[in-house]
């Protein structure tokens, strides 16, 4: 199978284009690497860098059977610095990506958010899980608009794309983590890779807000499986699909735990809250069950001694 994955050197990406290469398919990287490395050497392999709303010109005459598009930035505090780092993509690149797969009949996997339903305001203890049909309440004029509504608009692109008889699927990823996430920006990513730098150093983990807010982490060879998964389904494929780990878990628990996994008393420091973050985030994940015979195989414990571990 001839498979182009764009934002293929990025963290979701290297792991999904591996997979793909130790199966046996071809396939082609188009990435601009702002916030990722070329790493992946392959016979198979075919990197070309440029910009995901230039594919047409960068790969005229490049035919693929699918087409995963996974390039955008996805650090928060990168991209409300830096809107135009996820609206490009997101929008005017998806838009472009849907110009090449009507050409060549390809597929397409987009990989859009949890984001999309929004800063959910939800102030219970725990989060409700949300699935695909649920209207999420939520605020939408809000700092983290940027991406939330890009990755909306991605999605209706790829919905107006198949109404036109093409295949295509948008996966809402729900904080996908694993080893050399954030690399090109340690410090300033997620909480994963943050927490594993402190703990690295002997420094404090530092918590945005209270540490109330909760959050499921999915590991990425999980989120891997799901997308090769959709990329070989042979049925109709939903608009839209959450992948995530159900099993939630508070930031100040999440804090401890890595404290305790990693026998380093380093203490927190509080920080003041994001703006606009949403405060649960819980993925009802029983579409995900039911067609595609998916479950999240690695749980939260196993998650973190694994990036402590491997970095
Ligand atoms: N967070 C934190 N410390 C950090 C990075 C993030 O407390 O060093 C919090 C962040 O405010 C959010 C949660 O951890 O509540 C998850 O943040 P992340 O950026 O990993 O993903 P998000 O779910 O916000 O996209």
Redesign the pocket.
């Known amino acids: 199978m001839r498979v182009l994955v764009t934002g293929g050197d990025g963290f979701i990406g290297q792991y999904l284009v591996n997979n793909l290469l130790q199966r046996g398919d071809h396939v082609h990287v188009l990435d601009n690497n702002i916030t990722s490395t070329p790493i992946l050497i392959h016979e198979n392999l075919t990197r070309v860098k440029g910009d995901v709303c230039d594919i047409l010109e960068i790969l005229p005459d490049y035919s693929p059977n699918v087409i995963v598009h996974l390039a955008s930035v996805?650090?928060?505090k990168l991209y409300m610095e830096q809107p135009d780092l996820v609206i490009r993509p997101n929008v005017f690149g998806t838009h472009e990506v849907c110009k090449l797969a009507e050409k060549y009949s390809a597929r397409i996997i987009f990989a859009s958010s949890s984001?999309v339903y929004g800063s959910i305001i939800d102030d219970s203890a725990i989060g409700t899980a949300i699935s695909e049909s649920d209207s999420s309440i939520s605020s939408l004029l809000s700092a983290r608009t940027p991406y939330s509504t890009a990755k909306k608009m991605g999605e209706e692109i790829i919905r107006s794309f198949t109404q036109k008889g093409h295949s295509a699927c948008s996966v809402r990823l729900f904080?996908v983590v694993g080893p050399n996430m954030d690399s090109a920006v340690i410090g300033y990513?997620?909480?994963?890779p943050?927490?594993v730098e402190s703990i690295r150093e002997l420094r404090p983990?530092?918590?945005?807000?209270n540490?109330e807010?909760t959050?499921c982490f999915l590991w990425i060879e999980d989120a891997v499986t799901a997308l090769v998964n959709l990329i070989d389904y042979g049925g109709e494929l939903p608009d839209a699909i959450n992948v995530g780990h159900p099993q939630q878990i508070s930031?100040l628990s999440l804090a401890n735990k890595f404290q305790e996994f990693s026998n380093a008393d380093v203490g927190i420091i509080f920080?003041p809250?994001?703006p606009d973050?949403?405060k649960h985030?819980c993925p009802d994940i029983s579409l995900a069950i039911s067609m595609l015979n998916w479950r999240p195989t690695v749980d939260l414990d196993e998650i973190i001694y694994r990036v402590l571990d491997e970095g």
């Open positions: 996805a650090i928060p984001e904080n990513g997620r909480v994963i943050n927490f983990l530092t918590i945005y807000g540490g807010q959050r930031i920080s809250k994001l973050e949403p985030r």
